[in-house]
């Protein structure tokens, strides 16, 4: 029994006296939960943060960053779809050199639940199938992943394996099958329902449709994530629908990219802020993110009324080469504004919204280009160039609708973190995107922080890590202490600065030295190691 005891003993000292696998050395550590910054040597253990202080005369590989920052690693609250992690695994790049060790995927569409017909369109001829988020996850897992991924179910991705593309309320039986696939989706490893309410078909779903599923995501501790019905002239009105889902769903409720879109709104959201800060004062669970550009991103039909798509986009668009329906379009667009005119929201004029992705090769050239610019470049009037790329749909716009003093209300807010509201993007196989898919967080250090002092490094990186950490249940990351997950980023605050411009997007940032997943380096001396040592992070089930 002496010698059990005294071998037992002798444990901790044992562990305490053994090397780490990696230490970087004589660190300026933010520790992602708003402390000021402070010295010391990090140790990590495995996939763990075994220690901090002075390691010296420690053995392990040891990394000397000479007094850069290393910070935990960064939380994008919205990275839209996760399919080219597992199509282009290269694409993980446009996250992890920007900092990003976790994802959350899904808005209004989501990777799963899956139909033989939905895949067809999702996948085309991809030899991926799948109809669960059990068996995408294995998919993923088979493949490696380069980065941690937490997913949403989306709403309209719900709606539309049970109803299909239709502008009407589901029967009660279709709502029951609606419950059983976010149940499904939920027990697979889904963290909650995530809506975007301004594109068909989600757009059709009602508050109490709404309600009814986030109940399901409820009953495991999920939560309801929107990009609202509106975030222009109704912003406060669309706040409100998003609270009172969460309050009578009893979830928590997290806002996507918060804006307040059209010149003439701006000032909505210094009082879009003060609603949310006054429903948390009441005690109830709202966050919500914010990316650092004031040109958002979307599909370029959301320029026209969604109720021209309640039969689905085919029947629609089958009717756009008739003048007389391009002309009673353009009045409508022109003249209403009972839904979100993005038109409208730019002063009108083609020449502020700028074309970031065309998916057929033949008008490629027509990317980083405003509508204006295309209609020069065709010989054609400005319309009928905007009906026309209508006509090719998966074409990507980027309105000019936002200014930056929201900008800094939003950074000044306690409860807003970041996102890129992109997808992973590999520019070997890519042409368009918006550049936040390449540059949202070094912006933020770069723009916010080191130039312009609107936030401090310390609360910019609560923002990037411990704010959303929290947000998504995921309590051992998004801060720097022993037995905390070794996700780390390792940068240079005077020179990291993002690269990608409107016009040239798939560039990577600059300043950013080391990215560690898991206690694994994937970036390394700003260039990617091919280390797969992402997790799909399922907190709700723990």
């Avoid at 109809?131 to 996850?137: K, L, N």
């Avoid at 260039?527 to 723990?542: A, D, F, N």
Wanted: hydrophobic content about 40%.
């Amino acid at each position: 029994m002496r010698l059990a005891v005294t071998f037992l003993l002798l444990i901790p000292f044992s562990a305490a006296a053994q090397d780490f696998d990696l230490i970087l050395e004589n660190a300026r550590v933010v520790d992602g939960m708003g402390n000021p910054w402070y010295r010391a040597d990090v140790g990590i253990r495995g996939d763990r943060i075994a220690a901090l202080g002075d390691l010296q005369g420690r053995s392990g590989r040891r990394i000397a960053v000479n007094g850069r920052v290393v910070s935990p690693g960064f939380i994008d609250m919205m990275g839209a779809t996760s399919l080219p992690l597992l199509t282009d695994p290269p694409s993980a790049q446009s996250k992890l050199r920007q900092g990003i060790t976790t994802m959350m995927a899904g808005e209004g569409n989501s990777d799963a639940p899956q139909t033989e017909t939905t895949m067809r369109a999702w996948m085309k001829q991809s030899p991926y199938r799948w109809s669960t988020f059990a068996g995408y996850f294995h998919l993923l897992e088979t493949r490696g992943i380069g980065l941690n991924l937490v997913v949403n179910v989306g709403a309209a991705q719900i709606r539309r394996i049970v109803i299909g593309d239709e502008d009407r309320p589901p029967t009660p039986a279709e709502l029951d099958r609606m419950r059983q696939a976010v149940d499904q989706a939920m027990r697979d490893g889904a963290v909650g329902v995530s809506t975007a309410l301004i594109y068909p078909p989600g757009t059709y779903a009602k508050t109490d449709e709404l309600v009814e599923l986030c109940k399901v995501a409820g009953r495991y501790g999920g939560f309801y994530s929107t990009h609202m019905r509106n975030e222009s002239s109704q912003v406060l009105d669309a706040i409100r629908e998003s609270l009172e889902i969460g309050e009578k769903a009893g979830v928590p409720v997290h806002i996507y990219h918060l804006k307040a879109a059209g010149q003439e709104n701006w000032p909505l959201m210094q009082q879009a802020i003060d609603l949310i800060a006054s429903a948390r004062a009441k005690g109830m669970d709202v966050t919500a993110d914010t990316y650092p550009y004031i040109r958002n991103g979307l599909g370029i039909e959301a320029l026209v009324h969604p109720r021209h798509f309640a039969h689905g986009n085919a029947p629609f668009l089958a009717t756009l080469n008739d003048p007389a329906i391009r002309a009673a379009l353009r009045h409508e667009i022109e003249t209403t504004s009972d839904w979100e005119n993005w038109y409208r929201h730019v002063g009108s004029n083609w020449d502020n919204i700028l074309v970031s992705e065309v998916q057929s090769a033949p008008n490629k050239k027509y990317e980083g280009k405003s509508v204006a610019e295309i209609a020069r470049m065709r010989g054609k009037d400005e319309w009928n160039t905007f009906f026309d790329l209508v006509a090719l749909m998966s074409v990507s716009v980027n309105p000019k609708s936002m200014n930056e003093e929201q900008k800094y209300l939003a950074m000044r807010s306690e409860f807003l973190s970041f996102c890129t509201d992109a997808a992973p993007a590999n520019p070997e196989t890519t042409t368009g995107v918006h550049p936040r898919a390449f540059g949202t967080f070094p912006r933020v250090l770069a723009k916010y922080v080191r130039d312009d002092h609107i936030i401090t490094l310390e609360m910019a990186i609560r923002k990037m890590t411990s704010l959303p950490a929290n947000t998504l249940k995921l309590y051992d990351r998004g801060r720097i202490a022993p037995g905390m997950a070794a996700d780390l980023v390792v940068f240079d605050p005077a020179t990291i600065q993002d690269t990608a411009t409107f016009q040239s997007p798939l560039k990577y940032p600059r300043g950013i030295d080391y990215v560690i997943v898991n206690g694994k380096i994937a970036v390394e001396k700003e260039s990617w190691t091919r280390v797969m040592s992402g997790q799909i992070l399922k907190p709700l089930l723990h």
